[in-house]
């Protein structure tokens, strides 16, 4: 998946199914015209890379844009007067000065929020640390200066048009978020939003709803996806194939109950790749956010690591020598369809990014 609160029901699904039968018993058949299987290893900004600054802003984005990060990762939904916006939680309070349903405010009421309010170096939220802690409370409301190369407006809750026209060259990895009827609707605006910015070929779309994904590919049915809560079940248990899919997004583990069933393995890569998935990986917490667990995932074969912490992200896969150089495989005469999408080199500007915020020890985490 692509944002991760919402981790339990998942993992209750995987480790009853996985409990019972085993992981692994069936088998996967390859798939030939998957483009994203040769764009690896990729580093992704986990909500823009909510450990280093705060989550889901489009200051976070730039940021991450400008470290050199090949994908951006997103959740959507709607606000109270239909606009599509980038936000993880139903609500607006874990992360801005304000409080309520996103689904219940309009987007000029958002956007009038500090959505770096509750950002500290060491916790994605806190609602009660020391005043000096937030290093980016008030810039939004003018009550202090944004970094150099930055602006007001790029800590509050930003539109998915907004990243759009921000990074035409860029790739998005899009969540959505909620089920039913008010996720079906959010699925029809950003169908809308792809079409009308041309960015068809730049971006993965998934939902814990199998079904929302299932929706999302009758809309657009040549983007790329990632399979529900259903599919990764599927494939985890018996290898089941996934041909309408492009991409797995798992977790290393998970655990209920104090029940630990490691998902991410080098079987379990070979296996996705053999079936012609590519795998990314996101963490369980904040304790995986390090260079040596980002490696260890390296180590296992996986194609992209959907860091809370970009700046470290890019280091080790540079390091590694394993980052994608941003080009596609020449056409063959086999059936394989390569992408037309070309990547952009992202250089800092004259004021480079602003130094990175360390990254902490293990904390609370967004998931």
């Excluded at 969540?175 to 792809?194: D, Q, V």
């Excluded at 998935?277 to 390296?298: C, K, P």
């Excluded at 056409?331 to 990254?359: E, F, I, K, M, Q």
């Amino acid at each position: 998946m692509a944002s991760r609160t919402s981790t339990s029901l998942l993992a209750a699904a995987l480790l009853v199914a996985a409990l019972a039968l085993g992981p692994g018993s069936g088998s996967a058949t390859a798939a030939t015209d998957n483009p994203w299987l040769h764009r690896r290893v990729l580093s992704i900004a986990h909500a823009g890379g909510e450990n280093e600054a705060p989550h889901e802003t489009l200051f976070a984005y730039k940021r991450a844009h400008a470290l050199g990060t090949d994908v951006l990762e997103m959740d959507v939904r709607l606000t109270g007067d239909g606009v599509l916006v980038v936000h993880h939680d139903a609500d607006v309070d874990a992360t801005t000065d304000g409080t309520g349903l996103v689904a219940d405010q309009t987007y000029a009421q958002l956007f009038a929020l500090d959505h770096g309010y509750k950002f500290t170096p060491t916790r994605w939220s806190c609602g009660d640390c020391p005043v000096d802690d937030y290093v980016y409370r008030g810039i939004r409301t003018g009550d202090r200066p944004p970094p150099a190369g930055y602006e007001a407006d790029d800590f509050t809750i930003p539109t998915v048009a907004t990243l759009f026209e921000t990074f035409p060259d860029a790739y998005f990895d899009i969540e959505i978020k909620e089920s039913g009827e008010p996720a079906r609707a959010a699925a029809r605006a950003l169908a809308e939003e792809i079409e009308a910015h041309g960015v068809g070929d730049q971006v993965v779309v998934v939902s814990f709803d199998q079904a929302i994904v299932e929706y999302v590919r009758t809309l657009l049915p040549d983007v790329a996806t990632s399979p529900g809560v259903d599919g990764v079940q599927q494939f985890f248990i018996d290898r089941q194939p996934q041909p309408d899919h492009e991409i797995l997004q798992v977790p290393p583990t998970y655990d209920l109950a104090g029940t630990e069933v490691t998902v991410v393995t080098e079987e379990f890569v070979d296996d996705a790749h053999a079936a012609g998935l590519a795998v990314w990986v996101w963490m369980n917490g904040r304790d995986q956010e390090t260079a040596e667990f980002y490696r260890h995932l390296l180590d296992l074969g996986v194609d992209g690591i959907l860091g809370a912490a970009p700046s470290v992200a890019r280091q080790v896969i540079d390091d590694a020598g394993l980052a994608w150089d941003g080009t596609d495989p020449a056409p063959t005469t086999s059936t394989t369809t390569p992408s037309s999408t070309t990547s952009t080199t992202v250089v800092a500007g004259a004021n480079g990014p602003p130094a990175a915020v360390p990254v902490a020890g293990a904390a609370d985490y967004t998931g």
